[in-house]
């Protein structure tokens, strides 16, 4: 990853082996399988876009919003917006109804909204406040 | 990605346009800035890979772990330990002491251990169980 210059951040470890197999057996036997890590970096991986972090941000903020809407939320292109909007359907993040010739997503589940908060406060942000989705609040 | 062949996930968009300008200016001015969508897509990028999210779930079960017993717990080398661990460090995400010759890492904020189980919640999988880092418990 560019932005970490090796210089800047050194690697830091054990100068002398100091395994302690009875903790490490412990930690290790309580550990997900490799397949659950694997997962986990795959849902992580579909949100590491600014582009589709935006979208779920949006929908955070808006409640329900069409395609259309999105892309003049986010300043994304509707391609863009469609093609993200996969990406997010995909990883059970955003799903989506058709209503007539439009159609309109929210976010999946409420896991979602807790991820993004977590995540703005991890970086000492303020989550987006709280909103009905109306387009008056 | 490709792990979503187009055929399987089909483009889900506004076949007319129908944007609500009121409502879609209303969210626009309440999301965060693209540098916060920027930095929050940065945090998930590095816990989007398999390797550093078990050394993130073995520091969770254990507590605070030596760089010798990370590479025992998650079956990784001692040199992918490093490596990952310094990304980890750089997204302050784990931080690290010295002691004597060897290095101990723990986790660097309450945040993370939320974000993973989120994450794991979100799967429909359980988080992992709590530990004191004893290695007896």
């Given at each position: 990853?560019?932005?970490i210059p090796d210089a800047v951040v050194p690697l830091?470890?054990?100068?002398?082996?100091?395994v302690e197999p009875e903790k490490a057996a412990s930690v290790r036997e309580r550990l997900p399988g490799e397949a659950v890590s694997?997962?986990?970096?795959e849902?992580?991986?579909v949100l590491a876009d600014a582009g589709r972090v935006r979208l779920i941000l949006a929908l955070l903020e808006g409640g329900e919003l069409?395609?259309?809407?999105?892309?003049?939320?986010?300043?994304?292109?509707?391609?863009?917006?469609s093609h993200n909007l996969r990406l997010l359907r995909?990883?059970?993040?955003?799903?989506?109804r058709r209503s007539g010739r439009n159609v309109f997503y929210t976010l999946d589940d409420a896991h979602i909204r807790l991820l993004l908060d977590v995540?703005?406060?991890?970086?000492g942000h303020e989550g987006p406040r709280r909103s009905t989705g109306n387009r008056n609040d």
């Open positions: 990853m560019k932005m830091e470890r054990c100068e002398v082996e100091c694997q997962e986990l970096a849902t992580f991986r069409c395609v259309c809407d999105l892309a003049a939320v986010t300043g994304l292109s509707q391609t863009a917006c995909a990883g059970r993040i955003v799903r989506y995540g703005l406060q991890h970086l």
